[in-house]
């Protein structure tokens, strides 16, 4: 995930105010992290519609009137500088350029932040009609409770609405770290009291024989991300499902990521990140 501070150093280096050791190791960082290419690219596009729309600047007649008046009398043979217009015409298009590129660096942050507001709603709405479900055929076991063992009928409707306690679940939307594949996305369910959750996937490239995506559950505690498990996805449509409990006890979900790894996974994280959560 991009921060403000990397979005101000990217701001800079779009419109080539980065020098020397600076702006080689911005350059290093770019070379790895396909995020910051994107982020640069846009940036450096809203620089060029700046530009286009940036008018002629002029100096105002009373800001001449004070540089002249500045200067020492003049002899006769004297020859009086002209005012360099240009030179202030071009700074004064820079400052708009940098103004808009923060305005349009804003608006593209809000957008993303809207994005991911609306996927983590989108996935409590779908929890809401499972539950609703699962409502139905708790009545419709009741309903058939003169003809099935009463017991045994209970304990299912009890399963069922332990199950629809949607306040203690934290629900995590991952989105795509992968250049090729920007629509990537995931939704993670996780119920901290039964230690276990669900992680729906789309839109994954099909992965080798010899590979397989792997979660992480990371918790402050502990020092490494803890493994959740792994899975392949279906080709045609890049979809997995998996219901995962961490091999250790997790108090406090900070994030879900999901990286590629050899088949059958690995005890630490070798491979790249392909999807992460905010």
Known sequence: MIDERTEGVASLYAFDLLEGDEKREF?????????????VAELRGASHAIAVMAPAAEPSPALKQRVLASLPPRRQEDNIIPLRIGYWAGWAAA???????AYLGQLYLDARTETLALREREAVARLDAENARQLLEAERLLA???VTDLRNTRAQVARL??????AQ?????????????????????????????ILEVEKLPALPAD????????????????????????PSAGAARLQFKPKERIETVAKFAVSL???GGVPKAEGPMVLISP
Do not use: H, M
């Not at 400052?95 to 590129?101: D, K, L, M, Y």
């Not at 609405?161 to 949607?166: E, I, T, Y």
């Open 27 to 39: 350059e290093s960082r770019l070379a790895r992290e396909p995020g910051l290419q994107r982020l």
């Open 95 to 101: 400052a708009c350029f940098a103004v808009g590129a």
């Open 144 to 146: 058939q409770a003169q």
């Open 161 to 166: 609405q332990r199950q629809a306690d949607l």
């Open 169 to 197: 679940l934290k629900i995590s939307t991952l989105a795509s770290l992968l250049k090729d594949s920007p629509e990537a996305e995931a939704v993670a369910v996780w119920n901290p009291e039964a230690q276990e959750g």
């Open 211 to 234: 590979r397989d995506y792997q979660l992480w559950v990371i918790d402050p505690q502990y020092p490494i991300p803890v493994d959740g498990g792994v899975f392949s996805v279906e």
């Open 261 to 263: 790894e050899r088949k």
